[in-house]
């Protein structure tokens, strides 16, 4: 299965609350398949993958952005390093 239809079937999973992080996969928008206590409400989930599949670019990605915001603090310890930052 190529990548993009797994991803999307990962998605589907994802919103009806299966949490599973597949190997070589990336995470979860919300991180929610290492992180289970960072899953977002299901609102959010059907919103998401709605706008993923609408190709709602911006939309999603601001709900990404939105998620990571969320999770940042608990996935770095101390340093967080942003492509295009200063180092
Ligand atoms: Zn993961």
Redesign the pocket.
Known sequence: MGYKKRRKRRLRLWVDGTFI?FPGD???PD?S??RPEFAAPKEERELFVKLYFAGKHKEYERMMMMFLGRAMPFLTNKKVYIAGGKP
Request: charged share 15%; hydrophobic share 30%.
């Open positions: 992080h990336d995470c979860l991180f398949c290492c």
